[in-house]
């Protein structure tokens, strides 16, 4: 039996066995296996790993547009990025990525035109493949839902989801630490529905006899599962919605429903019109927030602050990072920093490399001759 007809059993035994207390560890060991079960087809199919073909990253951050076809993408990458930015297309072999370079406060951020995510995962995993690989290193990922067909977003979310791009989430609190021995020992520090058996049984099915695994927080059978497998991605996700131009009247209402029955909450949503350039600045903003960029602006001996250019970085990042991203050899003449602004106490605090950051303080380093 083929692979493929193996995660046909398995998932057909899944639907059909009903779900209680004592049919719980045997559906967590046949999810754990249909897990490993996709992961070994993917190896068969080639092209290893999944990660291969990732877009040079440049800028500050990426964001991966996904969308149906027609939707508007590319016309709104092309509103929202500056004209005169290179905007060439990175080719694939059977897809391409058409990147452009948004500046906002004084941040660039890379977006990427990621067209054919539906086809290219209906129509073979090669492709489809291909284009998960860059949605995986970007670090937003952006809607862009027409206002006519607000249901597909399932769809787009779902494929995500099959893909191992977990959305809105933080990663599940949990850890396996690899033993000598003594089987598996499950530590929790939260009340859990799941029972042990079944929580060595998803471990084990993952190939690991002996380890601590520890779990701090109520996970389900498929956040363990996440748990467990290292291999997911954790991303932010917004929701554009494009041709606003097009909603007329009434209709607003309808798509307000629409949003609110696919789970996305109208005022989260941004409504553009690429083709009017109505919404950006909005969509601008949001992309911002979601990013959780912050400036800080270096203020250089005899220079005065730089207003103009500042340091980008994403929130809850410390001096000694911003050290580091500054580069040369800054890091090891550190002595200690100044901050003016947000997180600090008052003007001019010294504070040291582990200092927390916010967004428009005012950073000057002190170094070492
Ligand atoms: N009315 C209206 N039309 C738009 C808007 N944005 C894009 N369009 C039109 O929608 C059509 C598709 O736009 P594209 O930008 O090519 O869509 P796409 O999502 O890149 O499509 P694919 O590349 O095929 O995936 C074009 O005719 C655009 O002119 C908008 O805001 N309002
Ligand atoms: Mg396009």
């Not at 719980?24 to 290893?48: D, F, M, N, P, V």
């Not at 080719?91 to 391409?96: G, L």
């Not at 529905?193 to 079944?198: A, F, G, K, N, Q």
Request: hydrophobic share 35%; charged share 30%.
């Amino acid at each position: 039996m083929g692979v493929e007809e193996e995660i046909e059993e398995i998932r057909e035994e899944i639907a059909e066995t009903p779900y209680n207390k004592s049919t719980e560890a045997h559906i967590g060991r046949l999810k754990a296996k249909l897990a490993q079960k996709k992961e070994q087809l993917e190896k068969q199919s080639g092209a290893g790993g999944g990660e291969g073909y990732a877009v040079q990253k440049t800028g500050d951050a990426t964001v991966a547009l996904v969308g149906f076809p027609s939707v508007g993408k590319s016309t709104l990458l092309n509103a929202l990025t500056n004209a005169e930015s290179e905007v060439g297309s990175y080719e694939f072999t059977t897809i391409s990525v058409n990147p452009g370079m948004l500046s906002f406060r004084g941040a660039n951020v890379q977006l990427l035109d990621v067209p054919g995510l539906i086809e290219g995962a209906a129509s073979g995993r090669g492709r489809g493949r291909e284009v998960l690989s860059v949605v995986r290193t970007a670090d937003l990922v952006l809607f862009v839902l027409s206002p006519f067909e607000v249901e597909r977003y399932d769809r787009l979310r779902s494929e995500l989801y099959e893909n191992k791009i977990r959305l809105d989430v933080e990663p599940p609190k949990v850890s396996v630490t690899r033993s000598g021995r003594g089987g598996i020992k499950v530590n929790a520090s939260v009340d859990l529905d799941l029972d042990e058996d079944t929580i060595a049984e998803v471990v084990r099915e993952n190939g690991v006899v002996n380890a601590d695994v520890s779990i701090r927080e109520p996970v389900d059978v498929d956040r363990l599962i996440d748990g467990v497998m290292d291999n997911r991605v954790y991303r932010p996700s917004l929701v554009a919605v494009n041709k606003a131009d097009l909603i007329e009247g009434d209709y607003a209402e309808t798509v307000y429903e629409e949003l609110r029955a696919h789970g996305i909450d109208p005022e989260e949503a941004v409504f553009v019109s690429a083709e009017d350039e109505r919404g950006l600045d909005a969509l601008r903003e949001a992309i911002w927030e979601k990013l959780g960029l912050i400036r800080v602006y270096m203020d250089k001996p005899g220079r005065g602050p730089d207003y103009e250019e500042p340091l980008v970085l994403t929130e809850g990042a410390t001096v000694g990072e911003a050290c580091e991203k500054l580069g040369g050899d800054l890091e090891e003449r550190f002595r200690f920093a100044r901050v003016t602004g947000p997180s600090a106490k008052h003007d001019e605090q010294q504070v040291g490399r582990d200092h927390v950051l916010a967004d428009e303080d005012v950073l000057r380093v002190v170094t070492s001759r």
